[in-house]
């Protein structure tokens, strides 16, 4: 089956990203394909529709929406990759001039971090009752304490990538090893 339209093609992209376990990227691509379908009709919307013009009123669509610029710079980055790939299979010629004008950056935001009295807060709670924010809590405390390691590489820790008390392990993201002296009250 041949795709002909951008929806197809977004679909598509979405299933290889979910096949290869990137699960953050495939929802940021289903996230941006339900945007576009709240902006225009989706299903008249092939490659040759395609203009700079359309982009950028679609990026006006979606600040005007509440959509905050990295999540929209997010979208459309997913977007560029979709492009490019599309045109490496000829649905599409010369996709830089797709985003002209286009912030695809990052804007830096307001740290959203707990102060200690919060984070003192949090860790005395007393939750008995309820074992399983119990172990939330415990879990998003250790989070803490491990310089914020990411969830997913908290759940996939094993005893074994500690090695005389050094948690060594690679983000799952990005491969990088990483690794961490382990203080008595991490062990708690």
């Not at 905050?68 to 599409?92: D, G, M, V, W």
């Not at 959203?112 to 984070?119: F, G, H, K, T, Y």
């Amino acid at each position: 089956m041949r795709i002909k339209t951008l929806k197809e093609f977004i679909i598509a992209h979405a299933e290889t990203l979910d096949d290869l376990f990137k699960f953050s990227a495939e929802h940021t691509c289903r996230s941006m394909l339900h945007g576009l379908e709240r902006f225009t009709d989706m299903e008249l919307l092939g490659f040759k529709e395609l203009t700079a013009g359309v982009f950028l009123s679609f990026e006006h669509y979606l600040l005007a929406s509440g959509c905050s610029p990295n999540t929209s710079a997010c979208y459309f980055r997913s977007l560029r990759a979709i492009c490019r790939q599309a045109e490496k299979e000829k649905l599409l010629k010369d996709t830089r001039q797709l985003f002209n004008g286009i912030f695809m950056g990052y804007e830096e935001t307001r740290k959203r971090a707990l102060n200690i009295e919060q984070l003192r807060a949090v860790a005395e709670a007393e939750l008995g009752d309820t074992p399983s924010l119990e172990m939330a809590r415990d879990l998003f405390i250790l989070s803490y304490y491990l310089r914020g390691i990411p969830f997913i590489d908290l759940a996939y820790l094993r005893k074994t990538d500690i090695h005389d008390n050094v948690l060594c392990y690679h983000r799952s993201k990005t491969g990088r090893a990483l690794s961490i002296t382990l203080e008595p009250w991490m062990w708690e």
